[in-house]
């Protein structure tokens, strides 16, 4: 209904002086006003973007897990053939035998825990690499993978818990934009009896779903 009103809205204002010859209260200003009264009840009333934004967020926890699982992979694998007889120890110390092979399976929480171990035992890692001529970026991008990880993951779950009850004040609210839009649509169908096309651009029903 948000949706609908606004492109009632951008249909009047492109008729602006036709309805404030007939209708003064209905000008370029009042429909501005009105225009922010919808975009403030999409924002604070219904969240209507975010089913998007968490499509969105959904996508991109789902990007770094899996990044997370190949650096870890690769990590694995110069451990266990670099320091094949200490492997067993840094991987643990790394919790790799707690969280990896949850972590393969993309699972999300895993890889998170095993990020967060990963830059605990940094040091001690990042020592052994060193010593033995190995570069440390890959341990690098593990431990900023682990805040991205983490601050990606805390966006998708506040857009989960996004979705609210409607409340009998915000019903009002709703329910006087629906007011509101229908006027205009009224008014602009008696403006435009003798033009089709401009006339269905004040058919509620009719108006497009999108901007």
């Known amino acids: 209904m948000l949706i609908k009103t606004k492109v009632g809205i951008r249909n009047a204002k492109e008729e602006v002086t036709i309805f404030a010859g007939v209708q003064p209260a209905i000008n370029i200003e009042s429909l501005t006003a009105f225009e922010a009264d919808v975009d403030n009840a999409m924002a604070n009333l219904l969240a209507i973007d975010k089913k998007g934004e968490l499509k969105k967020a959904t996508k991109n926890v789902e990007a770094l897990t899996l990044m997370t699982f190949n650096k870890a992979r690769l990590l694995k694998t110069l451990v266990e053939t670099n320091f094949k007889d200490e492997k067993d120890e840094l991987l643990d ?90 006027d205009i649509c009224k008014l602009g169908q008696v403006l435009f009896v003798k033009d089709a096309i401009k006339k269905n651009k004040f058919v509620f029903k009719k108006l497009a779903g999108s901007m």
Request: charged content about 25%.
């Open 93 to 182: 110390h790394m919790a790799y035998n707690r969280f990896y092979r949850e972590t393969s399976k993309l699972k999300q929480e895993a890889a998170i825990s095993l990020l967060s171990a990963i830059a605990r035992g940094q040091a001690v890692l990042k020592e052994k690499f060193e010593s033995n001529g190995l570069p440390v970026n890959i341990i690098d991008e593990l431990v900023q993978l682990s805040t991205e990880l983490i601050e990606a993951e805390t966006s998708q779950e506040q857009l989960k818990g996004g979705s609210v009850p409607v409340t009998a004040e915000q019903y009002k609210t709703l329910n006087g934009i629906y007011v509101r839009i229908m």
